[in-house]
């Protein structure tokens, strides 16, 4: 039997069930349910929707509103365009670097193998995402990665192009509508962020589960990530798992060099960022 006091210093715990974030979190989820099963295309804003409008009703407080007032975009032109390479610590800027950029490889090549029906887009689909991190960094903003948008996307029904320019343009407008948004309560979107990531979760399949040295790193990755909130982190212990799972295994055969180097940059990433 587990003990209460493990459960409560756990990094992960059962909250309280009965709370009306929680409630209203289940019932999208069973809302969100429904109208995929009915084959709705409006699914997820529905029940989204549904949920908004009761917690509004119920006064439950919003946790996603914007952190920054609107009134800040008057200093974006002093970000755009803008580049500085003073660095206080180049051990840590360099760590930073090499996690996002194994994150924005991995993340994205295993989006697009788990997520496109035509696997012949996966490389056209890379290129644009490239060419689109150059941009970001250019206007000033964060690493473009295809995430939770275009899962989402795509379980609506999105199979074209259009779909990303739709969703671009609605992050445009969300700009303006930011108030709007900020009264989106977290439980509205809760079945949202679930019903994506089932739709990844599809392809688990692939993965060959006779044999341990191929499943177990992919295991590692999938519940390490959650486990410490950090993507990089967690493909980081799959990544570092999986020659030496091969190697003990007696299957040096199925690992080439890349594996090997992969594996001690990332071993490296996490011993700096433990030391420094």
Request: with cysteine; net charge positive; aromatic share 8%.
């Amino acid at each position: 039997m587990v003990h209460l006091r493990s459960l409560s210093s756990s990094v992960v715990k059962f909250g309280n069930i009965f709370s009306t974030p929680a409630l209203l979190a289940i019932l999208g989820i069973v809302l969100t349910l429904i109208f995929q099963i009915r084959g709705y295309s409006w699914k997820m804003v529905g029940s989204m929707a549904i949920i908004t409008v009761i917690a509004l009703l119920l006064h439950v407080q919003s946790t996603t509103g914007a952190a920054i007032p609107i009134s800040e975009l008057t200093k974006y032109p002093h970000i755009l365009a803008h580049f500085g390479f003073v660095i206080p610590s180049w051990i840590k800027f360099i760590t930073a670097i090499f996690a996002m950029l194994m994150l924005m490889i991995f993340e994205g090549v295993g989006i697009c193998k788990g997520l496109l029906p035509d696997q012949s887009q996966v490389k056209p689909t890379l290129q644009a995402t490239g060419l689109s991190n150059i941009a970001a960094a250019i206007l000033g903003s964060s690493p473009t990665v295809d995430a939770a948008e275009a899962g989402a996307a795509i379980t609506a029904g999105g199979r074209t192009g259009i779909t990303s320019i739709t969703t671009g343009i609605l992050f445009l407008a969300s700009i303006i509508l930011t108030p709007i948004i900020g009264y989106i309560p977290s439980c509205a979107t809760t079945s949202i962020i679930i019903l994506t990531a089932c739709s990844m979760m599809g392809n688990i399949k692939m993965i060959n589960m006779d044999d341990f040295t191929d499943w177990f790193p992919a295991f590692l990755i999938i519940i390490m990530i959650p486990f410490t909130g950090n993507i990089s982190v967690g493909m980081a212990f799959g990544f570092i798992m999986y020659p030496i799972a091969k190697l003990v295994a007696g299957k040096r055969e199925e690992i080439n060099p890349i594996n090997i180097i992969i594996a001690l940059l990332f071993a490296a990433s996490l011993s700096v960022t433990a030391l420094i």
